[in-house]
């Protein structure tokens, strides 16, 4: 299993991981910085330049996730991570890939009060031969505050298991997480576990639409972005079948009629993802009272909206957009579809 030790920046999370490994037998540190220093060499500098913060880069997500996992599988035991995550759909991209490896993550939060923490930074020793340190090490903690506390008040204590660590030692912040972690009251993180592929898939995607004709979407605590109500379809099942068997799984709606195909757009591999079909099929308009029978967000979505499709397209990744687009335009002219990569052929 993993123990994800988040929190502000001055929190304490990389001391009190080293007094951690001491308590947790057979535990291995393991901080994703590491990573984020070798991409400093690996990268060129522009695409570096171009993002603020090395958690933005798709790259450090993904090795983080590939890094843990051959870590445990080499090592077995628990791997103990000191890493702060403020966005959550990083952290649903990171925990869910975790989770498609069948490897649980108990996530606990360093919570320390915000004049203790600024105590701490100010009080944070700076390398002697790194240029502009003051500013570089004590201004982006400074500058990552306000984000901590908006996650906060957000996401993250309904997320994590909080612990109070402004008046305790790392040794002893270490000892009650040994504690909670061992008698479970620090849970698994409950989020959905989906096998990654191991070759081309297909996948139905359902549209349903509201009496305004917004489309339904949905956000999924596995992967980050936006997407339509669906999933992959099962070996022997029919692809409509699928996406009305994923529509009752993730919304509670039960459509009667099988639905409509509006698009097959093929997904070019793009590596490490395999690529495969992606089917769109037209579930049909909702009345208000059947929309007021949606049933609340589980563990493997986080929210749900209808969204107009200019609204869609800052909600969903570049591709989906451009099949929602032309799945749209299928359904105007009662004709289905074909394209690759989200465009149109033929």
Not at 81 to 97: A, C, K, N, S
């Amino acid at each position: 299993m993993i123990v994800w030790i988040n929190g502000a920046f001055g929190a304490g999370k990389t001391s009190t991981a080293r007094e951690l490994i001491e308590l947790i037998p057979n535990s291995t540190l393991f901080d994703p910085e590491v990573i984020g220093g070798a991409l400093d060499r690996l990268l060129p500098p522009k695409h570096l330049a171009e993002v603020g913060d090395f958690q933005d880069l798709p790259i450090w997500r993904r090795l983080v996730i590939d890094t843990a996992a051959a870590m445990l599988a080499e090592l077995g035991g628990t791997l103990v991570v000191p890493m702060t995550l403020l966005r959550q759909e990083y952290r649903d991209e990171i925990f869910g890939g975790l989770a498609a490896r069948r490897i649980p993550v108990r996530h606990v939060l360093l919570a320390p009060a915000e004049t203790i923490l600024r105590e701490r930074i100010a009080g944070r020793e700076v390398p002697v031969d790194l240029p502009d340190g003051e500013i570089r090490v004590r201004q982006w903690s400074y500058d990552h505050i306000e984000p901590f506390k908006a996650a906060l008040a957000a996401w993250l204590t309904a997320d994590a298991y909080p612990i109070d660590s402004g008046s305790l030692t790392p040794r002893d912040t270490a000892r009650r997480i040994a504690e909670a972690v061992g008698s479970g009251e620090v849970p698994a993180c409950d989020i959905v576990q989906t096998p990654e592929p191991t070759a081309e898939t297909v996948a139905a995607g359902v549209l349903l639409f509201d009496e305004q004709d917004r489309v339904l979407l949905v956000d999924p605590t596995y992967k980050a972005g936006w997407e339509f109500p669906g999933g992959v379809v099962e070996r022997g099942e029919a692809p409509a079948r699928a996406g009305m068997r994923e529509v009752a799984e993730e919304t509670g709606i039960r459509l009667e009629d099988v639905p409509a195909l509006l698009v097959v757009d093929w997904e070019p591999p793009a590596p490490p993802a395999f690529g495969g079909l992606r089917l769109l099929f037209d579930g049909g308009r909702l009345d208000s009272e059947a929309a007021g029978r949606m049933l609340l967000p589980g563990p493997e979505l986080r929210a749900w909206r209808f969204a107009s499709e200019a609204e869609a397209a800052h909600l969903l990744p570049p591709v989906r957009y451009e099949r929602l687009r032309s799945a749209l335009r299928a359904r105007e002219r009662g004709r289905a579809m074909y394209l690759e990569g989200g465009v149109p052929v033929g």
